[in-house]
């Protein structure tokens, strides 16, 4: 097991209704708050409405930024920025899903830091802009899926140049999160079932990034993935099911915080293949990743064989002893649940052509690739060949 540091700083706020105290939770951070959300919709209207409230009856005035999109998108949070600044603001709330949290994330770091949020994210061999510090940030989830509410994680897409990137601080990790399963009971089904398969991607990305031993943080990744199977089932059959999506919301929050890859951290990469996907067609990065994670498990299965048939047998019940065998079993059986849950799919279900392979390789190769190897140095170095033969998988 190597070495390690982890924290868990954000404070944790759950229970159903826990909403109400947000007025008297913000006290300490200011008396302006910045509230960054989806547009107004039928969904998020009463959310919206009541997260106001309890901030105007604690005395704190509220700036409203209505904007944000489901992949956040560079020039809008720029345009939040501006207006942060302007109005004097002096913390953020991030109301929705990992996508106004990621877009609040850049809001404060990049409003205390100068510049434009693109300067910051990992794009070549560019270096990225270092923040010197954040404004608070309080996190709402309205979704279960990435755990943005609890890290220090934040995905950026720039629709001028079709590019979507990433970038890590400590300083943007937010003070509160309150997670409110209330709340989380109004998620549309469809949206829900692009979580869960979110929740999945992070938990095997850490568990098959490393041939290093974590005993530990394997068995704490498939307790949390055969918990989010159970809940996905359950929640299925029973949408506003609270406790249900408290269940969902652990599996989110923890299932890309760090302690779920203690002791064995590493890469794949298999989020990365996926970004051009959202970056060149809008597509929720749930979607993308449903398409993208049978053929990965497929194409790579006897890199690391005896992870992959570790994971094959622990969470799918493979009885296969040979762990090759084993290894390329894994993607049927991933394939099997998604069909059982609706969730498998391929590029014409999402309505992305099969004459782009190269240029969203070229676009991956360009942002995440190392010039001297002509790969993605990880555990399994990932040629642009590679990719667009994965790509042509998932046609």
């Known amino acids: 097991m190597n070495n390690f540091e982890w924290n868990f700083s954000t404070k944790l706020i759950y229970g159903p209704g826990r909403l109400s105290e947000l007025g008297e939770i913000a006290k300490p951070f200011g008396k302006k708050a910045f509230l960054a959300t989806y547009q107004r ?21 509220v700036v409203v930024f209505e904007a944000i999109e489901p992949n956040p998108r560079s020039k809008t949070i720029d345009e939040g920025i501006c207006i942060f600044k302007e109005t004097g603001c002096d913390f953020v709330v991030a109301l929705g899903g990992g996508s106004v949290i990621d877009g609040s994330k850049y809001i404060s770091a990049t409003a205390f830091s ?18 010197t510090g954040a404004y608070p940030i309080i996190a709402i989830p309205t979704v279960s899926a990435a755990g943005s509410e609890v890290n220090a994680g934040g995905v950026l897409t720039n629709w001028e140049t079709k590019e979507k990137s990433f970038s890590r601080s400590e300083y943007r990790i937010p003070k509160v999160a309150i997670v409110d399963p209330e709340i989380l009971a109004t998620l549309p089904l469809s949206i829900t079932k692009d979580s869960c398969v ?3 991607s992070h938990l095997i990305e850490r568990y098959l990034s490393s041939e290093d031993l974590s005993e530990f943080a394997d068995r704490v990744s498939e307790g949390i993935i055969l918990t989010l199977m159970d809940a996905f089932n359950k929640i299925i059959e029973n949408p506003t099911d609270v406790d249900t999506r408290g269940q969902l919301a652990m599996c989110s929050i923890f299932g890309w915080q760090g302690i779920q890859a203690l002791g064995r951290m590493g890469s794949i990469p298999m989020h990365s293949i996926e970004m051009p996907l959202s970056g060149h067609y ?23 064989p005896h992870r992959w048939a570790k994971l094959a047998r622990r969470v799918f019940d493979v009885k296969e002893t040979d762990d090759m065998v084993a290894a390329k079993m894994l993607s049927g059986k991933v394939i099997e649940w998604f069909k059982s849950v609706g969730m498998y799919l391929k590029f014409s279900d999402v309505n992305i052509p ?11 190769m360009r942002m995440f690739g190392d010039p001297k190897t002509d790969r993605i140095n990880s555990i399994i170095p990932t040629s642009k060949e590679d990719m667009i033969k994965i790509y042509q998988m998932c046609e």
Not at 125 to 131: L, Q, S, V
Not at 282 to 290: E, I, K, Q, V
């Open 354 to 364: 099969n004459d782009n392979n190269e240029k969203m390789a070229d676009d991956v």
């Open 114 to 131: 100068g510049g434009s949020c693109w300067d910051y994210v990992v794009l070549g061999d560019r270096k990225p802009r270092e923040y």
């Open 282 to 304: 809008d597509l929720s990065h749930g979607r993308g990743m449903a398409v993208v994670i049978p053929p990965y498990l497929e194409y790579f299965a006897d890199k690391l």
């Open 41 to 61: 919709n039928e969904i998020m209207a009463p959310m919206m409405d009541r997260t106001i409230n309890t901030l105007k009856a604690s005395g704190i005035e």
């Open 198 to 200: 979110d929740i999945f």
